[in-house]
């Protein structure tokens, strides 16, 4: 095989999991006494679905008090609760069964707690070998951190993997860690851009 492992990020690459990240902090800024969040507001959209929990918490809660609160309150939401809310991309898990004994596949997600719990929920947990979230490294994406450890994990070499995202902060950290970026429904730059999952078995 050309590459040794193919790594994942979650959100909007393997999910379309707008509404319930927007679901999560909205529940958030109701807990902490704020107005709903503008969903027209582009750039806080982006934010919320592409950097990790406590970097979004503190996009929106400036003073470290509130900040501090604002945590808090995040840890008392039951992402289960959300679960319905996240819609699997079309072909992901055609394209899993077709991956999976060929290549090493791996995660590499900004999502802090509810990896495991979303990847058991959609039956997904016994393809991936290695799940890496922002609650398990010092620095999140866009940091190389949670890709290296994925390289580490398969014993490989950057250009053994590649990695596929759909956000900025996705191929910023595939660029420091030298792997090859994907983009999903995307114009990112990178190798390639993957307008339905199953393309990718033609680049390996």
Sequence with gaps: ????????????????????????????????????????????????????????LAHLFPDRDEW???????????????????????GFRETLDALKGRVGLG?????????????????????????????????PKPHPEPLLKVLDHFGIAPHDA??????EVDCRAAAAAQVPFVGYKADLGGLARLERHGDILGML
């Excluded at 958030?28 to 406590?54: C, F, V």
Aim: net charge negative.
């Design 1 to 56: 095989m050309r590459y040794k492992a193919v790594i994942y990020d979650c959100d909007g690459v393997m999910f379309d999991s707008f509404e319930a990240n927007l679901s999560f902090y909205q529940r958030i800024m109701e807990m902490m006494g704020h107005e709903p969040l503008d969903r027209q507001n582009e750039e806080q959209m982006r934010i919320l679905h592409t950097y990790a929990n406590r970097e979004v």
């Design 68 to 90: 501090e609160r604002a945590v808090e309150c995040a840890g008392h939401i039951d992402y289960r609760e959300l679960v319905p809310l996240l819609v699997m991309e079309e």
């Design 107 to 139: 995660v590499c997600t900004n999502r802090s707690t509810s990896m495991d719990m979303v990847l058991a929920s959609f039956g997904l947990t016994g393809y991936f070998s290695c799940v890496m979230t922002a609650a398990r490294v010092v620095n």
């Design 162 to 167: 590649l990695f596929v995202g759909d956000s």
